[in-house]
């Protein structure tokens, strides 16, 4: 993180995969992208990488009202 210096929230696990977090999102590989709105709440719990070339229409249509 500190070399290509992303932005975002970046979690990271220290128990692996044992950690509650993974358990209760269902993560099943890592890296793993989750939108979350304003109020905490899971909009899309498997999202598109920020690189993936359909990430904009995919935050356009998660995001509309």
């Keep these: 993180l500190k ?15 044992e950690e ?20 905490g709440m899971i909009k899309l719990a498997e999202a598109k990488a920020p690189s993936d070339s359909g990430t904009e229409a995919m935050l356009r249509n998660a995001l509309q009202p």
């Design 20 to 39: 509650k977090f993974i358990e209760r999102y269902q993560v099943s590989s890592i890296p793993r992208f989750i939108l979350i709105d304003r109020s």
């Design 3 to 17: 070399k290509y210096n992303p932005g975002g929230v970046h979690l990271i696990s220290r128990e692996g995969m």
